[in-house]
């Protein structure tokens, strides 16, 4: 499965999203008035993509890659996914249109 993606290929992914993750939850735990606007919105998108099954489990989805990180999601993104997803280190939950990557 790991075909010809390298471990630092592989880690800086992960590094990505651990990026990801705390930039995301660090705006999430703030409050609501130290926020500006543009956090404001981002802090809503995220409680809207909450679900009962990723409630109190920390997730990202493919739009916040794109917002925290500079790392492209293309098919070497994706089959880094499934590399993690088979070691059980995230898990793929889908749902109203999204695909939230909840880590393990």
């Known amino acids: 499965m790991k075909g ?6 592989l880690n800086a992914v992960v590094e990505g999203i651990n990026t990801a993750v705390a930039a995301k939850y660090k705006i999430l735990c703030q409050p609501l008035k130290a ?11 995220f409680k809207d ?29 994706q089959g880094i996914l499934n590399m993690l997803r088979q070691c059980q280190r995230l898990r793929e939950v889908r749902g109203g249109g999204l695909v939230r990557y909840m880590l393990m």
Request: hydrophobic share 25%; aromatic share 10%.
């Open 4 to 9: 010809r993606v390298s471990y630092e290929q």
């Open 35 to 45: 926020l500006n606007n543009h956090s404001r919105k981002l802090q809503q998108r």
């Open 49 to 77: 993509q909450e679900t009962k099954d990723t409630r109190g489990q920390f997730f990202v989805v493919e739009e916040d890659m794109h917002e925290f990180t500079q790392m492209k999601v293309d098919k070497r993104f």
